[in-house]
């Protein structure tokens, strides 16, 4: 019995552990995203300040000309590469992207 208890103990100190804080926060309401507007309509990636972390959307089915919202979505991760500023995060819907893309920016703020 003993064995057991201690088995039981040491896998719920296991599981508890794995779900561990990441120091993530996380929106107050569903389907808010940071610094986002409600979740009513996607937020717009304009965002010359690069202030608050934008969400870049591409699709094989979007257009470069789009503005990388998830209802406008861009077509290249190239294009979305050029626009993205250190914090924002760049998605990719289902798809095959046949490109070769070389990112630019380390991700920090000076580059």
């Known amino acids: 019995m003993r064995k057991k208890m201690i088995l039981l103990a040491l896998t719920l100190f296991i599981g508890l ?6 120091d993530k926060e996380l929106p107050d309401e569903p389907g808010k995203e940071q610094g986002g507007n409600g979740g009513d309509e996607p937020e717009s990636p304009d965002n010359p300040s690069g202030n608050e972390p934008v ?3 591409v699709a094989t089915t979007g257009n470069d000309g ?4 998830l209802d406008s979505p861009l077509k290249s991760i190239s294009k979305a590469l050029l626009r993205v500023n250190p914090g924002d995060t ?4 289902e798809g095959a992207y ?3 893309v070389t990112p630019t920016r380390s991700g ?3 580059n």
């Not at 789009?66 to 919202?69: F, I, K, P, V, Y």
């Open 17 to 22: 552990s794995a779900c561990g804080n990441d």
């Open 55 to 57: 969400s870049w959307y």
């Open 66 to 69: 789009n503005s990388g919202t």
């Open 90 to 93: 760049i998605f990719l819907r």
């Open 98 to 100: 046949h490109e070769f």
């Open 108 to 110: 920090e703020k000076e």
